[in-house]
T-cell receptor, first 117, second 117 residues
C-alpha cells in the first residue's frame, strides 16, 4: 500500500524567512512519481512539480526548490525568502506509475503554511 | 481559456435530493478523475475514467454515479444526498499513465463546494 506522510500540519513564518515542508512516502514499487500541489485560500489546486523515482537530482524553480532522497524516502520542498502569496495548503502526492492507466495519486494530509508580513 | 472547468461552483441542497456536477477539460487529455476533499482538507480519489471507460472506483457508495459522454467530459451524479456528502469535489484530468511506468501530473478544476442541509 502507498502512503504519504506530511508530519507538519501548520507552519507559520514571517515574510522573507526560508521554510521547508517535509514529505515522507512509502511504496513497494520501484517505479513511482512524486508531486507537490499548492492550494491557495481561493481553493484551486495548482500543480508545482513532478519527479520520477529514478531522478534524484534536486530541482530549483525561482524561490522554490525540491530535495528528493530515496535513501530516506523523502521529497522535501523549500521556499526561499517566503512571501505572503505563498500562504496556502501544500500537498505532497505519490503515484504508482507501474499500474499504467490504473495508477492513482495518493495525497498526504497537507501542510498549511501561513506567511505573515 | 480555462483548462478544467466545473459547474456549479457552489451547490446547496437538502438531504434526499439528487444533484449533478459537470466537468469539462480542453487539454486534450484522455483520463479524467473525481476527487473528494473533506472538511480537514484530505483529498481522496473517487473515480477515474480513461477514454470514457471506468478505470478506478474507490469503494464509493453507489449513490455516486460518474458518466463520461466523451473524453473531454466527466460528470458526477449523486442520488439521495446525505449530510456526509458535504465536501468539495474536484475534477481533474491528465494524459494516460503509460504501462511503461510514466505518470503524468493531473490538472484540477476549481472545485464544487457541496453543502447538504
Amino acid at each position: 500500500a502507498q502512503k504519504v506522510t506530511q508530519a507538519q500540519t501548520e507552519i507559520s513564518v514571517v515574510e522573507k524567512e526560508d521554510v521547508t515542508l517535509d514529505c515522507v512516502y512509502e511504496t513497494r514499487d520501484t517505479t513511482y512519481y512524486l508531486f507537490w500541489y499548492k492550494q491557495p485560500p481561493s481553493g484551486e489546486l495548482v500543480f508545482l512539480i513532478r519527479r520520477n523515482s529514478f531522478d534524484e537530482q534536486n530541482e530549483i524553480s525561482g524561490r522554490y526548490s525540491w530535495n528528493f532522497q530515496k535513501s530516506t524516502s523523502s521529497f522535501n520542498f523549500t521556499i526561499t525568502a517566503s512571501q505572503v502569496v505563498d500562504s496556502a495548503v501544500y500537498f505532497c502526492a505519490l503515484s504508482d506509475a507501474a499500474r499504467g492507466a490504473n495508477s492513482k495519486l495518493t495525497f498526504g494530509k497537507g501542510i498549511t503554511l501561513s506567511v505573515r508580513p | 481559456d480555462t483548462a478544467v472547468s466545473q459547474t456549479p461552483k457552489y451547490l446547496v441542497t437538502q438531504m434526499g435530493n439528487d444533484k449533478s456536477i459537470k466537468c469539462e477539460q480542453n487539454l486534450g487529455h484522455d483520463t479524467m478523475y473525481w476527487y473528494k476533499q473533506d472538511s480537514k482538507k484530505f483529498l481522496k480519489i473517487m473515480f477515474s475514467y480513461n477514454n470514457k471507460e471506468l478505470i478506478i472506483n474507490e469503494t464509493v457508495p453507489n449513490r455516486f454515479s460518474p458518466k463520461s459522454p466523451d473524453k473531454a467530459h466527466l460528470n458526477l451524479h449523486i442520488n439521495s444526498l446525505e449530510l456526509g456528502d458535504s465536501a468539495v469535489y474536484f475534477c481533474a484530468s491528465s494524459h494516460t499513465s503509460g504501462g511503461g511506468g510514466i505518470s503524468y501530473e493531473q490538472y484540477f478544476g476549481p472545485g464544487t463546494r457541496l453543502t447538504v442541509t
